[in-house]
Nanobody, 126 residues
Framework: VQLQAYGGGLVQAGGSLRLSCAASGRTLSNYVMGWFRQAPGKEREFVAGISRSGGSKYYADSVKGRFTISRDNAKNTVYLQMNSLKPEDTAVYYC????????????????????WGQGTLVTVSS
């Protein structure tokens, strides 16, 4: 599956952004989806994951209560709504697909994911 993430940009602390990840080539409903991010000089880290049906969602502790992951399988798109943004949220954000059975829950290790989008930069100014 080919993934394209978009929606990043420059926002002030406390603001909001909505990232989208559009899939092509395969039906997105066959994949567990995740969002990861990588800040300069740091390793890529898990942000949020969502099961194939959307019934299970997991978040990193650092974004819990501020970010919301969702998906629209009919539109082959996954979203990440980011509210109350902080300067430490500044990073390149990547969406990723993990081909798993329908009952699988999202995993938080990057090497478990099969396909990656190109990333979209989010910059939060203080």
């Amino acid at each position: 599956v080919q993934l394209q993430a978009y929606g990043g940009g420059l926002v002030q602390a406390g603001g909001s952004l909505r990232l989208s990840c559009a899939a092509s080539g395969r039906t997105l409903s066959n994949y567990v989806m995740g969002w990861f991010r990588q800040a300069p000089g740091k390793e890529r880290e898990f942000v949020a994951g969502i099961s194939r049906s959307g019934g299970s969602k997991y978040y990193a502790d650092s974004v819990k209560g501020r970010f919301t992951i969702s998906r629209d399988n009919a539109k082959n798109t996954v979203y990440l709504q980011m509210n109350s943004l902080k300067p430490e949220d500044t990073a390149v954000y990547y969406c990723a697909a993990d081909k798993q059975p329908w009952w699988a829950v999202p995993r938080n290790f990057a090497n478990e994911y099969d396909s990656w989008g190109q990333g979209t930069l989010v910059t939060v100014s203080s």
